[in-house]
Protein backbone atom coordinates (compact mmCIF):
# COMPACT_ATOMS: atom_id res chain seq x y z
CA UNK A 1 0.00 0.00 0.00
CA UNK A 2 1.27 3.43 -0.89
CA UNK A 3 2.26 5.92 2.28
CA UNK A 4 1.02 9.49 2.42
CA UNK A 5 2.03 11.70 -0.65
CA UNK A 6 3.06 14.98 -0.33
CA UNK A 7 3.75 17.57 -2.64
CA UNK A 8 6.20 19.56 -3.79
CA UNK A 9 8.88 18.45 -1.46
CA UNK A 10 10.30 22.05 -1.46
CA UNK A 11 9.20 25.51 -2.29
CA UNK A 12 10.20 28.91 -2.22
CA UNK A 13 7.88 31.63 -1.61
CA UNK A 14 8.22 35.79 -1.34
CA UNK A 15 6.02 37.45 1.18
CA UNK A 16 2.86 38.53 0.11
CA UNK A 17 2.77 35.35 -2.31
CA UNK A 18 0.07 32.44 -1.65
CA UNK A 19 0.93 28.44 -1.80
CA UNK A 20 -0.99 25.30 -2.16
CA UNK A 21 0.38 21.86 -0.94
CA UNK A 22 -1.19 18.87 -1.66
CA UNK A 23 -1.86 15.42 -0.14
CA UNK A 24 -3.07 12.15 -0.53
CA UNK A 25 -3.84 9.90 1.79
CA UNK A 26 -3.26 6.23 2.20
CA UNK A 27 -6.11 4.16 0.36
CA UNK A 28 -9.33 3.67 2.57
CA UNK A 29 -8.55 6.33 5.05
CA UNK A 30 -10.76 8.94 5.39
CA UNK A 31 -8.83 11.71 8.05
CA UNK A 32 -6.38 13.88 6.72
CA UNK A 33 -4.83 16.51 9.17
CA UNK A 34 -2.21 19.04 8.57
CA UNK A 35 0.02 20.21 10.97
CA UNK A 36 2.97 23.00 11.05
CA UNK A 37 6.69 21.62 12.52
CA UNK A 38 9.21 24.51 12.80
CA UNK A 39 11.90 24.46 15.66
CA UNK A 40 10.47 26.92 17.48
CA UNK A 41 7.17 26.02 18.53
CA UNK A 42 7.05 21.86 17.54
CA UNK A 43 4.30 20.46 16.11
CA UNK A 44 1.44 22.32 15.92
CA UNK A 45 -1.83 21.12 14.38
CA UNK A 46 -3.30 23.00 11.70
CA UNK A 47 -6.75 21.41 11.02
CA UNK A 48 -8.27 18.27 10.00
CA UNK A 49 -10.80 16.95 7.25
CA UNK A 50 -13.09 14.09 7.21
CA UNK A 51 -15.58 13.01 4.53
CA UNK A 52 -14.60 16.99 2.39
CA UNK A 53 -15.39 18.27 6.08
CA UNK A 54 -13.17 20.28 8.63
CA UNK A 55 -13.94 18.62 11.52
CA UNK A 56 -11.30 20.42 13.83
CA UNK A 57 -9.23 23.13 13.44
CA UNK A 58 -6.00 24.40 15.63
CA UNK A 59 -5.64 28.36 16.39
CA UNK A 60 -3.85 29.80 13.26
CA UNK A 61 -5.28 32.80 11.36
CA UNK A 62 -7.76 32.21 8.26
CA UNK A 63 -4.75 32.98 5.93
CA UNK A 64 -4.54 28.94 6.62
CA UNK A 65 -7.09 27.01 4.87
CA UNK A 66 -7.51 23.45 3.25
CA UNK A 67 -10.66 21.78 1.48
CA UNK A 68 -10.73 18.17 0.84
CA UNK A 69 -11.66 16.10 -1.69
CA UNK A 70 -14.04 13.13 -2.12
CA UNK A 71 -11.32 10.92 -2.92
CA UNK A 72 -10.03 11.88 0.23
CA UNK A 73 -6.90 13.96 -0.75
CA UNK A 74 -6.70 17.12 0.57
CA UNK A 75 -4.60 20.65 -0.06
CA UNK A 76 -3.65 23.40 2.34
CA UNK A 77 -3.52 26.86 1.29
CA UNK A 78 -1.37 29.96 2.98
CA UNK A 79 -2.45 33.65 1.56
CA UNK A 80 -0.46 36.22 2.00
CA UNK A 81 2.90 34.20 3.36
CA UNK A 82 4.94 36.36 5.97
CA UNK A 83 8.73 34.87 6.98
CA UNK A 84 6.96 33.23 10.05
CA UNK A 85 5.27 30.93 7.79
CA UNK A 86 8.53 28.94 6.87
CA UNK A 87 7.99 25.85 8.24
CA UNK A 88 7.97 22.11 7.45
CA UNK A 89 4.31 21.12 6.37
CA UNK A 90 2.83 17.39 7.51
CA UNK A 91 -0.25 16.26 6.67
CA UNK A 92 -1.10 12.65 7.65
CA UNK A 93 -3.92 10.39 7.20
CA UNK A 94 -5.41 7.85 9.60
CA UNK A 95 -8.79 5.49 8.36
CA UNK A 96 -11.17 7.58 11.07
CA UNK A 97 -9.27 9.95 13.30
CA UNK A 98 -11.16 8.33 15.91
CA UNK A 99 -8.25 6.32 17.99
CA UNK A 100 -6.47 5.23 14.63
CA UNK A 101 -2.66 6.70 14.90
CA UNK A 102 -1.85 9.21 12.13
CA UNK A 103 0.17 8.10 9.22
CA UNK A 104 2.79 11.02 8.02
CA UNK A 105 4.07 12.06 5.14
CA UNK A 106 7.49 13.33 4.57
CA UNK A 107 6.14 16.88 4.65
CA UNK A 108 6.65 20.17 2.33
CA UNK A 109 9.73 22.34 3.25
CA UNK A 110 8.15 25.59 2.75
CA UNK A 111 10.88 28.33 2.98
CA UNK A 112 9.52 32.28 2.79
CA UNK A 113 12.08 34.77 2.12
CA UNK B 1 -7.12 21.04 26.86
CA UNK B 2 -4.45 18.79 26.97
CA UNK B 3 -0.98 19.05 27.34
CA UNK B 4 2.24 17.14 26.55
CA UNK B 5 5.70 17.53 28.35
CA UNK B 6 8.72 15.66 27.19
CA UNK B 7 11.49 16.09 29.91
CA UNK B 8 14.14 15.52 28.36
CA UNK B 9 15.14 17.77 25.23
CA UNK B 10 18.67 15.81 24.34
CA UNK B 11 19.15 12.01 25.71
CA UNK B 12 22.75 10.88 24.51
CA UNK B 13 23.34 7.06 24.82
CA UNK B 14 25.75 5.08 24.14
CA UNK B 15 25.14 1.71 21.96
CA UNK B 16 24.01 -1.21 23.48
CA UNK B 17 22.74 0.70 26.57
CA UNK B 18 19.40 0.77 28.12
CA UNK B 19 17.17 4.15 27.31
CA UNK B 20 14.27 5.58 29.01
CA UNK B 21 12.49 8.66 27.27
CA UNK B 22 10.27 10.29 29.35
CA UNK B 23 6.42 11.89 28.76
CA UNK B 24 3.91 13.60 30.99
CA UNK B 25 0.68 14.53 29.87
CA UNK B 26 -2.09 16.21 31.53
CA UNK B 27 -6.06 15.93 30.90
CA UNK B 28 -9.27 16.00 32.52
CA UNK B 29 -10.74 13.04 30.38
CA UNK B 30 -9.44 9.87 29.26
CA UNK B 31 -7.11 10.01 26.35
CA UNK B 32 -5.31 8.00 23.35
CA UNK B 33 -1.46 8.03 24.30
CA UNK B 34 1.01 7.33 20.86
CA UNK B 35 4.90 7.75 20.44
CA UNK B 36 6.39 8.70 16.99
CA UNK B 37 9.94 8.66 15.86
CA UNK B 38 10.92 10.87 13.29
CA UNK B 39 14.88 10.95 10.97
CA UNK B 40 15.95 13.81 9.51
CA UNK B 41 14.13 15.20 6.25
CA UNK B 42 11.20 12.56 6.93
CA UNK B 43 7.31 12.40 8.71
CA UNK B 44 6.75 11.36 11.65
CA UNK B 45 6.45 7.19 11.77
CA UNK B 46 4.02 5.27 14.46
CA UNK B 47 5.88 3.44 17.36
CA UNK B 48 3.19 2.17 19.77
CA UNK B 49 0.24 3.50 21.06
CA UNK B 50 -1.50 2.72 23.95
CA UNK B 51 -5.64 3.16 23.56
CA UNK B 52 -6.87 0.87 26.52
CA UNK B 53 -6.22 -2.52 28.42
CA UNK B 54 -2.60 -3.92 29.20
CA UNK B 55 -0.68 -0.93 30.43
CA UNK B 56 2.30 -2.30 29.17
CA UNK B 57 2.64 -1.89 25.47
CA UNK B 58 5.42 -3.27 23.07
CA UNK B 59 6.00 -1.56 19.52
CA UNK B 60 7.93 -1.97 16.69
CA UNK B 61 12.07 -1.79 17.16
CA UNK B 62 12.27 -3.34 20.30
CA UNK B 63 10.62 -0.39 22.02
CA UNK B 64 7.92 -0.40 25.09
CA UNK B 65 6.12 2.38 26.72
CA UNK B 66 4.04 2.09 30.31
CA UNK B 67 1.05 3.82 31.01
CA UNK B 68 0.38 4.96 34.28
CA UNK B 69 -2.64 6.89 34.62
CA UNK B 70 -1.55 7.78 38.71
CA UNK B 71 1.34 9.61 37.77
CA UNK B 72 -0.36 10.54 33.99
CA UNK B 73 3.01 9.02 32.04
CA UNK B 74 3.90 7.40 29.53
CA UNK B 75 7.60 6.79 29.41
CA UNK B 76 9.38 5.28 26.28
CA UNK B 77 11.80 2.67 26.89
CA UNK B 78 14.41 0.30 25.13
CA UNK B 79 16.70 -2.36 26.70
CA UNK B 80 19.37 -1.88 24.28
CA UNK B 81 20.07 0.91 21.50
CA UNK B 82 21.80 0.65 17.76
CA UNK B 83 22.94 3.51 15.99
CA UNK B 84 20.03 3.16 14.06
CA UNK B 85 17.91 4.25 16.97
CA UNK B 86 19.11 7.69 16.71
CA UNK B 87 16.21 10.30 15.40
CA UNK B 88 13.72 12.13 17.42
CA UNK B 89 10.71 10.93 19.17
CA UNK B 90 7.61 12.34 19.99
CA UNK B 91 4.93 11.88 22.53
CA UNK B 92 1.52 12.65 21.57
CA UNK B 93 -2.34 12.64 23.21
CA UNK B 94 -5.65 12.95 21.82
CA UNK B 95 -9.11 12.25 23.44
CA UNK B 96 -11.23 11.20 20.82
CA UNK B 97 -9.40 12.08 17.35
CA UNK B 98 -6.36 10.69 17.02
CA UNK B 99 -6.88 13.16 14.12
CA UNK B 100 -5.87 16.05 16.46
CA UNK B 101 -3.08 15.07 18.59
CA UNK B 102 -1.31 16.98 20.91
CA UNK B 103 2.13 16.42 20.28
CA UNK B 104 5.42 17.11 23.02
CA UNK B 105 8.35 19.04 21.83
CA UNK B 106 10.48 15.88 20.97
CA UNK B 107 13.25 14.09 22.28
CA UNK B 108 16.80 14.14 20.25
CA UNK B 109 17.75 10.25 21.11
CA UNK B 110 21.60 10.20 20.36
CA UNK B 111 23.18 7.01 20.19
CA UNK B 112 27.28 6.78 20.17
CA UNK B 113 29.40 3.88 19.01
Known amino acids: KAGVTQTPRYLIKTRGQQVTLSCSPI?????VSWYQQTPGQGLQFLFEYFSETQRNKGNFPGRFSGRQFSNSRSEMNVSTLELGDSALYLCASSLDGSNSPLHFGNGTRLTVT | AQSVTQLDSQVPVFEEAPVELRCNYS??????LFWYVQYPNQGLQLLLK??????LVKGINGFEAEFNKSQTSFHLRKPSVHISDTAEYFC???????????FGDGTTLTVKP
Open chain 2, 50 to 55: YLSGST
Open chain 2, 27 to 32: SSVSVY
Open chain 1, 27 to 31: SGHRS
Open chain 2, 92 to 102: AVSKSNAGKST
